[in-house]
């Protein structure tokens, strides 16, 4: 049976290696013809083989099957950016986001379509994700409405490392995005049992703020109490992810095992009055396992019932039931029960890390207990714990693209048993004296600070110590966790000496030390990142790297540095950037740059418009080098020349400040033109320069990011005509209000036979200079099969 239930969560887990889903009625003949074969074996050895892998193509159809079903909902297109109305219900509590927003998901029960589209054979989405900008506090009418909204297809940026939004949006069901222009009550929309629990939900919450919101860590109190984490700040998100205790406010197996834990121990200590013969041993074990079930499912409700919460909660009620049947049961099968029961009720889970993290947890701590034949102390069992999970689940975060913080080790150390044994129960039995005694909310809320106070305290202590937050590589990584896990298992005294002799100082070391290279690479080649509206491009060759810009920044909504440019520069193996170049001061093309500076070492910093970006920079920065006509620089092979218009100044445009690049090849037959923002005006100032003057001959293959995003204001008819590009690449943000590029600057280049590319559409864009040419790849064309296709004709939209 524990094959079996392997098979099925590897079907299930390898859909998602798939290019595209398999044709459903394909997998229905493999199936039934493995398990005809199966069947028509006499010997049960060698039928064993056969139903694996029916088991396998089994776990690949049941994820298929819902992955073909998901997919089928789709906007059309054609109805990107017009305004539609919508009724039906609110899927989550509200949660303030940027710029004033209320932020929702929305369960759609009616489409009230244009005529055109009445009809039409369309699964429209029964799902969306919503903004409603501009209400500054202001609260939705209800929970059932009708609304009109402007939406757009799922998208997100498309890089080869970091957070893909489209991902998310796809395993969390939303097909389409968009924003809210009117609101209106519906009371005519039908309220399904799911449309009752989430306005249970809603009332759950007011309930909650109307009676502990006066207590000063009022936004873990009800992150803790019933997952609501609408109330929590940047500033908090911060220490938490620095010090690794994100999954203290997610409800999560330590929260729904405490709930389960406290029901049992109650339970039991009631069944002690009873009369010795009732109920029997065995009786009273079921009735503990049915009232640990029924209060884990009754918190898991109060708590949004989420992914996780459900993931958690199933794991809890199998470990529940491993324990009743004592010996009977091996905790490897309980696990594998668990994944099996996981990815049969939603078989989306491998798109998400906390799937990967929290089995993983949990594989590390039955490998290192099951084992044992006496049970640690309560103190020894934590520091056996944490040092496992710490060791076990950094390869874990290595290949998931994160680091493993050490202060993670220490905060988890301290705030799992604070959280258990002090933090939880305060809650619980505070919010019962709420519900029972009103007048005992004062003194209440009090203990809620104290408790809540000293763990905060502790937290933001740690996050505040210059730790490092190490990824060394999987490999690495990996051989750090066999050897610790092997140590912690196997009961041998001279192993742990080793274990703490040779590789704890190696480790140490390896996590002190910085990185201050980059990989060497023997094919010149150019990425031009998926930052959305903004610009920011890597030029690299042999060990030398040229950035240029770093793209927008948003403060507390977006950085592409944060969530772009470190994780693809440590994929990629850039550990220095010899020279970093900004365009100009522009939050598109320079944000975030204390962030870049305090991350990676920056050699050289060349600047085409220097006030701004010390600006930015803040103080103890480098001194910048202005831009200038002459200025040459030589990433391996490659060599860059600079320009910026002579009588450019802040004061009269910006954008005309922009420092202007040429990247050639080694053999000179490709030629890269970064022009920033610059106008018409400094465009026609271009062909008398040195610099382009003396460019290659006419068979040279050139290359021009659009200026200014390509904006009207840009690419003018002359100056395009003269540059002559064989393929210009727009750096674009998907359907935003600007309108990048303009339809007049993409038909100049369309005239003069230029191969277009748009980020927007292309994602990242690589471009590798070859010895037969110049190599251009879409990272979009490479995305798996949830993550919409490029459209060939985006400029005819």
Known sequence: MSGSLVAFACGVILLYTFPVVPPLKWLIVALLSVLYGAFALRSRRVRAVPLILAWLLAGVLWSSWHASERLQHVFPTELEGVVVEVSGYLCEIPTKGSFNSLRFSFCVTRWHLPERFTGKAVLFPGKLRLAWYGRDGQSLPGHRLRLKVSLKQPHGAINPAGFRYETWLYRKGFRATGTIREVDSDDSVPCNLHCGYMAWRQQLADGVNAAMSGARHYPLVSSLLIGYRGEMTPDQWDVLKATGTIHLVAISG??????????????RKLLLWLPGSFPSPRHGRYLVYVSVALASIAYSLAAGFTVPTRRALVMVLVAGWVVVHGRQVSPWQGLLLALFLVLLADPFSPLDQGFWLSFGAV?????????????PDWGGALMLAQVAVFAGLWPVLAILGQGQPVS???????????????????????????????????????????????????????????????????????????????????PSLRIRLVVILGVVPWLLVSLLMERDDNLWVETPEVWVWDVGQGLSLLVRHQDQVLLYDTGPSIPDVFSAVESVLIPNLSDLGVGLINTLVISHGDSDHAGGLPLLFATLPVSELIVGEPGRTVERLGEGGPVPELCSPGLVRHIGQLTVGFWRNPGATTATDSNDTSCVVTVTSPDGFIQIVLPGDI????????????????????????????????????????????????????????????????????????????????SAYSGAIRLVMGKKGLGVEEQRQSAPFWIRRPVTDWWAL
């Not at 505070?430 to 909310?441: D, E, K, N, R, V």
């Open 254 to 267: 330590l929260h729904i095992g405490l709930i389960a834990l406290g029901a049992g121990v109650v339970v």
């Open 363 to 375: 594989t590390v701590l039955v490998l290192v207990f099951s084992r044992r034949l006496s049970s």
């Open 408 to 490: 993670g080790l220490m905060a988890n150390v301290f705030a799992i048993p604070w959280v258990s044994v002090v933090v939880m129960p305060v809650l619980m039995v505070g919010a019962a004296l709420i519900w029972l005694l009103p007048q005992s909310q004062g003194w209440v809320l009090d203990c809620y600070d104290l408790v809540l106070g000293v763990l905060w305290s502790v937290l933001k202590w740690l996050s505040c110590l210059d730790l490092p937050n190490s990824n060394p590589g999987v490999a690495t990584t990996l051989a750090v966790a066999v050897v610790v896990l092997l140590a912690l298992v196997v």
């Open 679 to 758: 106008s018409k005006q400094v465009e026609s100032r271009m062909p008398d320069q040195p610099l382009f003057s003396d460019w290659a001959s006419p068979d040279t293959y050139r290359v021009v990011l659009a200026p200014h995003h390509g904006s009207k204001t840009s690419s003018s008819r002359s100056w395009v005509e003269w540059l002559d590009p064989d393929l210009v690449i727009y750096s674009a943000g998907y359907r935003h209000r600007f309108g990048h590029p303009h339809p007049s600057v993409v038909e100049r280049y369309v005239r003069v036979g230029s191969m277009q590319l748009n």
